[in-house]
């Protein structure tokens, strides 16, 4: 069984629709998503993230807690785009 991961990476590796080298599940239980957060609208503090898990639902709640984590805010700020 595989852990859950997400790692930051910059626009152009998010928008080339390539993975990073150490995000590929061994099994066929976590899938991969791209998750976009923001605070606000200003694009400065927009954030991009390659996940691994079992639901959209857990890529989310992960890079809204990553984000809110770096950012020192509630996850309640966070929108996901």
Known sequence: MNKPQIARVDRGMYESGRRLPHLWSIGNELKFYRVTCNWG?????????????????????????????????????????
């Open 41 to 81: 609208l200003n694009h400065r503090t927009q954030h991009f993230y390659h996940v691994l898990a079992y639901s959209w639902e857990q890529a989310k709640d992960m890079a809204r807690s990553e984000y809110a984590r770096t950012h020192y805010i509630s996850k309640d700020w966070v929108k996901i785009y």
